[in-house]
């Protein structure tokens, strides 16, 4: 099924015109559609007759597919798992460049768009960080952001908790401030200048030792960065939770929410010692809980939180096609799941993206979208005001 993705890549990258300009800084195309103007059911239900709304630079059909492609309503969500550096697009990636005086080891974008093509987690990361490299100064860290949130706004976005990876940056030089306050400065206003909500979660590489995320975590405690938690990323599997006990005590004595990506090469039992040993509040990926009844039961007892995220399961092969991914039976178990775009620019689309593939390829009916979007919402770390405001806007009153 790699025709698929080809075809959803390529259709994915055509659809995003407004990229260039929101990197020279110009407000992307604003908030969300007005979903809030449409009625809410007295009984406070989900609104299943709200007009369809056509997604503005969501991925178009195509022709052959138009017969059984609907529109997607667009939906007010909450993403929960998406990585920052994972929203570099390919023309942003090659204006940094261009503006930091830097070489790339690709010719032009055809030559870097021909390196999507990841056989597992590995072969991503290594394009990843090395597409990092383009990222210098506050500003690029600040562009990056901004591209993000207008798009992500586009999308239905109207709640974020993004994910850096500080190790990334300090690693190759990057003073940790520059990276922190580059995307914390465009956070500040994403409500006023896209309709978006946000909060910064500092993501720990787990492929690295827990004394260097321990001295970047206390390095971003004593600048009093505006981090709302940690997260734990990259290269699952031998990096066992058990690794980085001591780093999320610390961040849970600080204050700071946990959350940890577990079960999405690793095993059901990462999920485990996750909740277990790092006393996380959501589990980023957890589609691996699957293989174990007995962690299914527990996870829906417990309402924890699994931010899933479709297209990226395919594009590294945790999965081999949408049609085979496990979110029908995730949801049909009664777990607390939600779709999220982790790295948009690599693995085929942002939210909405998700979403329309999802309604295409899975048949996912609007009472599992509104339940995806609000699991989504309550799932987050939003005060209850903009949680309310949210469900709302939904149709829950
Ligand atoms: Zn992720």
Redesign the pocket.
């Known amino acids: 099924m790699l025709h698929w993705f080809d075809s959803i890549g390529a259709r994915a990258l055509r659809a995003y015109p407004y990229r260039m300009e929101t990197y020279d800084g110009a407000p992307g195309p604003g908030g969300a559609p007005a979903l809030s103007d449409a009625p809410v059911s007295d009984a406070g239900q989900p609104l299943a007759d709200q007009p369809l709304t056509e997604q503005p630079g969501a991925a178009q059909p195509d022709a052959e597919e138009a017969a059984t492609d609907q529109p997607v309503k667009l939906l007010p969500v909450a993403e929960l ?3 920052i550096e ?1 929203t570099l697009e390919p023309e942003l990636i090659f204006a940094l460049a261009e503006r930091n005086g830097i070489t790339l080891p690709y010719a032009d974008l055809d030559e870097l768009r021909a390196r999507y093509e990841f056989t597992d987690l590995q072969s991503f990361l290594d394009l990843y960080y090395a597409n990092m490299a383009v990222l210098q100064t506050e500003q690029d860290f600040a562009d990056m952001t901004r591209a993000y949130l207008a798009r992500a706004a586009a999308a239905g976005v109207r709640h974020a908790e993004i ?1 850096m990876d500080p190790q990334a940056h300090v690693s190759r030089g990057v003073p940790l401030g520059t990276c922190v306050n580059g995307v914390a400065s465009v956070l500040a206003n994403s409500l006023e200048e896209f309709g978006v909500s946000t909060l910064l979660i500092a ?1 720990f590489l787990r492929d690295l030792s827990e004394e260097s995320a321990l001295e970047v975590l206390e390095q971003l405690l004593a600048m009093n960065a505006p981090i709302a938690g940690i997260g734990l ?1 990259s290269a699952e599997v031998g990096n066992p939770p058990a690794k980085f006990e001591r780093l999320f005590a610390r961040a849970k004595e600080a204050g700071l929410h946990r959350i940890a ?1 577990a079960g ?1 090469e690793g095993p059901p039992s990462y999920i485990i010692d996750a909740l277990e040993l790092l006393d996380v509040e959501r589990i ?2 957890g589609i691996r809980c699957m293989e174990d009844p007995d962690l299914v039961e527990h996870l829906v007892a417990e309402r924890v939180p699994l ?1 899933v ?1 479709p297209l ?1 399961n395919v594009r590294l092969r945790a999965v081999d096609t949408l049609a085979e991914h496990p979110l029908p039976a995730m949801l049909a178990a009664g777990l607390n799941v939600s779709v999220n775009s ?2 948009p620019a690599y693995f085929g689309g942002y939210v909405d993206d998700n979403f329309l593939q999802l309604q295409t390829v899975l048949g996912l009916s609007e009472f599992d979208r509104v339940r995806l979007a609000s699991n989504s919402i309550r799932s987050s770390f939003a005060d209850e005001e903009r949680k309310t405001e949210l469900l709302a806007e939904l149709g829950y009153s």
């Open positions: 798992h998406l990585h994972g994910m993501a990323d990506h999405e980023d990926h931010t995220c990226s982790d790295d």
